[in-house]
């Protein structure tokens, strides 16, 4: 059950750290401050809502491996080795499982590519294995007859979903707009004010609205269209692992999940258009039959469409920003799997500690001109 405080008492309440965003970065990293003893109020008015609630959750240090993202898949990495500590801490169902991904190519030239990025990524030391079409079908015998690739067993999942209402459930979270923050106090829509010696601004693409900032957070939403569906009982178990594929050149992937469904993803759209495009849904579908052909006589459950906050190199923007203000936002594709990692950092931030990946994904990167030198007080 969330707990919710109404904007007009928000006066007389005060927190170690006001949490700006319920999306799974805001709410790990609240629910991280709250377990070391801090005190901590998570402030939005829609929480796990957002690109959370659409996403697939895969926790993919190397199928999610791209050219020229090596500090990115290093924080990568670090993040997913934390998530079993993560997950047993939690306590509480979560989806998460381990059987890892196959990683497929529909034809030759997609085969070509993959071969190319996994000696690419080879260097992380991950156990990666090349599977013949045999091998491949007699670990999931509805592929496709031609199929080829690699069995990544470091590549994991979780329940997004599962994962953001644990963590409501433990927070206390106003249900309200931050508009603006200042030093010691957020600002709400009605012009109330909650009052917090620290600040965490992990709201995805709303921090670029967000007064009060020193910097403009360099964003872009990406729109991404993603379906569940259900699988019925004569087909089932449909997959025992994730299945990434590439298809005529486009990343397609699907997730199996406990409860007899398949999360079926994702198009990257950067265009205005927040509802779910026809065009890509018939897409990923064509993709996905092409892949798994049973994939047809799957039920459609659900179609729906989110945009996730990207930067211009596709990394995050974290870091502190002033003395009372840390950033924390443009996860893009990665926030579930970056999300124990963002949480430590966090913790790191507030209490005076140092943080390489603060350093690598510093915020204030992208302007122009340097942020003046922040002063020695820090929340303790």
């Not at 670090?78 to 529909?106: C, K, M, N, T, V």
């Not at 991950?126 to 091998?135: D, I, T, Y």
């Amino acid at each position: 059950m969330v707990h919710t405080v109404s904007p007009r008492v928000l006066p007389g309440h005060s927190a170690d750290v006001a949490v700006i965003g319920a999306g799974v970065i805001g709410l790990s990293i609240a629910w991280e401050l709250q377990r070391a003893g801090h005190s901590v109020l998570v402030v939005d008015p829609e929480p796990a809502s957002g690109a959370s609630f659409a996403a697939a959750g895969m926790l993919a240090p190397v199928t999610e491996f791209h050219f020229q993202e090596e500090a990115l898949q290093r924080f990568m990495l670090e993040s997913s080795g934390l998530w079993p500590d993560f997950a047993a801490r939690i306590g509480q169902d979560l989806g998460y499982r381990s059987q890892g991904a196959l990683l497929l190519g529909a034809d030759h030239a997609d085969r070509a590519g993959i071969d190319d990025l996994m000696t690419a990524q080879s260097r992380t030391g991950l156990p990666v294995k090349p599977l013949n079409s045999k091998e491949i079908r007699a670990l999931e015998p509805f592929l496709a007859a031609n199929s080829g690739g690699y069995l990544v067993e470091a590549d994991h999942q979780v329940d997004p979903r599962k994962l953001c209402a644990v963590l409501l459930a433990e927070l206390s979270v106003i249900r309200a707009r931050a508009i603006s923050v200042e030093p010691g106090a957020v600002i709400l829509e009605d012009g109330s004010k909650l009052r917090a010696a620290q600040i965490v601004v992990a709201n995805g693409l709303a921090a670029s609205q967000l007064g009060g900032l020193p910097l403009q957070a360099k964003l872009r939403p990406v729109h991404g269209d993603i379906m569940r569906l259900t699988v019925p009982p004569q087909l089932r178990p449909f997959l025992s692992h994730t299945i990434r594929g590439v298809v005529r050149g486009k990343p397609v992937y699907l997730l199996p999940r406990q409860d007899g469904t398949v999360v079926l993803g994702a198009t990257q759209r950067e265009d205005e258009q927040n509802a779910p495009s026809a065009g890509a849904i018939y897409q990923l579908l064509r993709d996905a039959q092409t892949l798994i052909p049973a994939v047809s006589e799957l039920a459609l459950s659900e179609v729906l469409a989110r945009a996730r906050p990207a930067t211009p190199d596709n990394a995050p923007l974290l870091g502190r920003i002033a003395d009372h203000l840390v950033m924390a936002t443009g996860f893009f594709r990665h926030g579930v799997l970056l999300a124990p990692a963002a949480a430590r950092s966090c913790l790191r931030l507030l209490t005076g500690q140092p943080d390489p990946m603060a350093s690598a994904f510093a915020p204030e990167r992208f302007n122009r001109t340097p942020l003046a030198p922040l002063g020695a007080a820090r929340w303790k």
